[in-house]
DNA sequence: GCTGGCACTCCTCGCCCCCGAGTGCCAATG
DNA sequence: CATTGGCACTCGGGGGCGAGGAGTGCCAGC
């Protein structure tokens, strides 16, 4: 009973300070939430749950605000997924709906989460490695030059020129490019180094270095550290947090130009198909430890190709974002699946 | 030699607060200059540029700042292009040179351009309307579905996903692909329309309507209100003018979030060689009012295909932005031309 | 264990006043 | 007539001060 309304004041601080944006007193607190006792015993509670470090206090004298332990055990105990209604739903879905390419996808996605959320929105190409090969084209851009098409089953198309160490004619390109497709067809991009492995050998020795060149730069586009792309968006609405950025947005908005740190982000994240939250410090970016993250995988069926998140003050409505999350991470999925 | 004398004041004025960030008075102004004059002759001066509507003070007692017009005269009458540094040409050209395919020469452009300037960088892909199909790709999705890729002769790599009415087979995909290829190659995208024209009909009347299928998100891709893309980086570097910015950082923030916006912003300075400058009210954008933007247009020879600039605060360090967009303008020119 | 009461803390806000940078004007000068 | 030194004036910024009030911790009583 006791520790059942303990956990209920932290919840309602919570509630309070997320939405207030102001450390909350044990006097609004009884008047805005029927906790049935009077201030002083929840001026008690309150001094608990700062022993246990779930609250703080700016200042003697002021009300408390959630630390990030404090959070941590409202997401983890107090606040379940807050349930999107079906009208949202639908707009979600019409939405996303009317995209005509998977650049198109992603970047609706974006906007829509970081709409729906208020927050910077992050979404994660679906991964190049988890994908099979659809289909593979050489274009001839000169005497040594090519470019290099890979078409994945997840929609992705990707492009990279190749220096070809000798001429090559329009007839042997035409070859090996048709050799490649037989060959890479369907097959997932972490194997494509066996399959196309002998590929080189079956051409004339004049031929070969141009092959291997051409298979080396497809191997390279389908390196796991190198292929993956995050698209951001919402930055604006850190804009509005300025007072918890206080003077430094400008890390903030620099870590979330990093491919690099975005990669890590959601990395942690995007394991799972529950949405995983990481709040101030235990964000693994240092320059994001004053903000927490909402993510989560999505994937077709069980494989997870990709992450999708949110990032914003620690002081976020974590149910609503949770569910925003979710909401887009189904979709996607579902949008990857009908492919 | 008065009106030099005023002109140098102007400039002055400008330099000092650019550098400073704070209202220039007389005094500092004769001192760090070697103007030649005492500050009382200054001091008319300053009250006769104001009078001209070149600066003015934030209030009374205080130094005077430019204004809008006054960054204007700067600009056309007192600033060369600071040239750049050859080790500066070296370092764009070498870290432009290390670039894969478009993609990765467009973020890398305007990852350069904002760590040079320090400010927000746009780059815009070049224009399909101004390029030519290099190759075409289909790649059947499904019975029904069909991936669409268009390459165009600037590296431009665009996919779109087509619904076609009636299941179609591979041979037959096989037979529109290679039609539509001999059809296009080499033909600029503005002139598509009439190339396809008659395509449609020399198909078997149960194939005709995919065929259109295609042929219209063919179109539809290049229409040049739908396939315009611009790129956008260093956003962090606006965070440092919070001064300027005062309380609202955020319409800036989301104006540039909008691809509309970028575009129109753009459009005004893309259509010439020279660096074009557009200061404060003298943009287009409502929003961005508060700001300057200094861009060019680059391309392949003489015909301009996209645009390339920078957006920051109209305190702004026009000579040093308009050598980094100019020199940047320049390699991506070349870069273009290369292919 | 809960409650009302109470003394205490200390932040916030408004007020005032001083300081000084910077100005405009004026009379003198070459 | 442009330039200059001198001078009175303006006004924003910052520091100090004090009242107000929200919120706390503690205690004694039930």
Do not use: W
């Not at 208020?118 to 979404?123: I, K, S």
């Not at 067809?185 to 270095?209: Q, Y």
């Not at 004053?290 to 494989?303: A, F, I, K």
């Amino acid at each position: 009973m006791l520790e059942d309304r303990r956990l209920a004041v932290l919840r309602a601080i919570v509630e309070d300070y997320v939405s207030t944006n102001e450390p909350v007193g044990s006097k609004a607190l009884v008047e805005r939430h029927r906790l049935g006792v009077s201030s002083a015993t929840i001026r008690n509670d309150m001094a608990a749950l700062e022993d246990e470090g779930y609250i703080a206090q700016p200042h003697t004298s002021a009300g408390r605000i959630p630390t990030d332990l404090g959070y941590r055990a409202f997401v983890d105990r107090l606040s379940g997924v807050k349930p999107m209604s079906s009208a949202e739903r639908r707009a979600i879905s019409s939405f996303l709906a009317g995209a005509v390419d998977l650049d198109d996808v992603m970047s609706r996605s974006v906007r829509l989460l970081a709409q729906i959320t208020r927050q910077v929105a992050l979404v994660q190409y679906p991964s190049l490695v988890q994908s099979a090969i659809l289909h593979l084209e050489i274009v001839r851009l000169g005497e040594t030059r090519a470019l290099l098409v890979l078409i994945a089953d997840t929609g992705r198309v990707e492009q990279r020129v190749v220096d070809l160490p000798v001429a090559v004619g329009d007839d042997d390109i035409g070859r090996i490019r048709s050799r490649l497709l037989s060959a890479t067809a369907g097959v997932t991009c972490s194997e494509l180094g066996p399959a196309v492995e002998s590929v080189p050998s079956e051409f004339d020795a004049s031929l070969r270095p141009s092959v291997a060149a051409i298979i080396a730069t497809l191997l390279e586009t389908t390196l796991d550290t190198e292929e993956q792309r995050i698209v951001l968006g919402g930055t604006a609405n850190l804009a509005r947090y300025r007072d918890v950025f206080s003077a430094n947005l400008e890390p903030v908005l620099e870590a979330l130009e990093e491919q690099v740190v975005l990669l890590r982000l959601l990395g942690e994240v995007s394991a799972a198909t529950q949405v995983t939250v990481m709040i101030g410090h235990e964000n693994p970016v240092e320059d994001l430890q004053g903000t927490s993250l909402v993510g989560t995988g999505y994937g077709r069926g069980e494989s997870l190709v990709a992450g999708v998140g949110v990032v914003g003050p620690t002081r976020m409505d974590y149910p609503g974002a949770m569910a925003a999350v979710s909401a887009v991470a189904q979709y996607l999925s579902r949008i990857l699946d009908e492919n």
